[in-house]
């Protein structure tokens, strides 16, 4: 994502929250994350932070020191942080923050866009429409967040990306940008967002994960030895790799 930034030559960078699983303490990942931040801030590229539920602001990474060029916001209440490009403001991004793990308070009611304010962004960890697949932490549903009057809704909590809303706002979670486990199968990555002049999202699913993980279903019937099986699933996996554009892949096979 940060050398998607640079080459693309974003004008910022959005994180909806759950940088990291505080549960799962890494002090090598938060380093390596700074670095990338550190990149982003030679090319003159903002970073705007929400967290989430797994990486709250009571978490112990809070001790960690950033770079100037980033940004997190509070859990006291919503923030309004301006983007600036040639001495003009282009955008707003309008943020909150989880203080603790478990928050079960609809946070997207607090947002609302100011009069003044130009291209203007809502980001927020939450779940839309309560999600049975994931905690419903923050809920809110489709409403809220198009009564709020923001352009963008940057979103992070559901693992798998999708586009909830296409305009008027623009709603979009990116979900994750690498697949953890068997469960999260197909491609991962993030949102690249452009603006034309009339104002009018126009968002591109970018991938970006280093290994992408399968389930796959293979019949045995009719296979006379392992031969023939083993030479079924060299066929099978040389399909998933040219899908999987030369990423590591990882499968589970059934076979029946």
């Known amino acids: 994502i ?14 909806a929250g759950d940088i990291h699983d505080a549960s799962d303490r890494s002090l090598r990942a938060l380093t390596r994350l700074r670095h990338g931040f550190e990149r982003l801030a ?32 509070d859990a006291k209440e919503v923030a309004a942080r301006p983007v600036l490009a040639d001495g003009r403001e282009i955008a707003r991004i309008y943020g909150l923050s989880y203080g603790i793990e478990k928050v ?12 003044d304010a130009p291209w203007s962004i809502g980001l927020l960890h939450t779940n839309v429409g309560n999600d049975l697949n994931h905690g419903n932490y923050a809920p809110c549903h489709m409403d809220h967040l198009v009564s709020a009057g923001m352009n963008y809704w940057a979103l992070g909590h559901v693992h798998s990306h999708r586009i909830l809303r296409d305009q008027d706002p623009l709603i979009i979670y990116p979900g994750n940008p690498q697949g953890r486990h068997m469960r999260e199968t197909g491609p991962r990555g993030c949102y690249l967002v452009e603006v034309d002049p009339q104002g009018y999202g126009h968002p591109e699913f970018v991938p970006v994960d280093v290994v992408r ?4 279903r293979l019949t045995i019937k009719g296979l006379g030895d392992f031969d023939e099986l083993l030479g079924r699933i060299d066929a099978r996996v040389h399909e998933m790799r040219e899908k999987s554009e030369g990423r590591g892949i990882i499968v589970r096979w059934q076979f029946e």
């Open 213 to 216: 993980w399968f389930n796959e």
């Open 104 to 115: 079960t308070d609809n946070l997207a009611k607090r947002f609302r866009k100011e009069p």
């Open 2 to 15: 940060i050398n998607l930034c640079i080459t693309r030559e974003v004008k910022f960078l959005l994180i």
């Open 42 to 73: 030679e090319h003159h590229i903002p970073v705007f932070v929400c967290h989430g539920n797994h990486d709250p602001l009571s978490g112990w990474s809070q001790s960690f020191s950033w770079p100037e060029n980033v940004h997190i916001f």
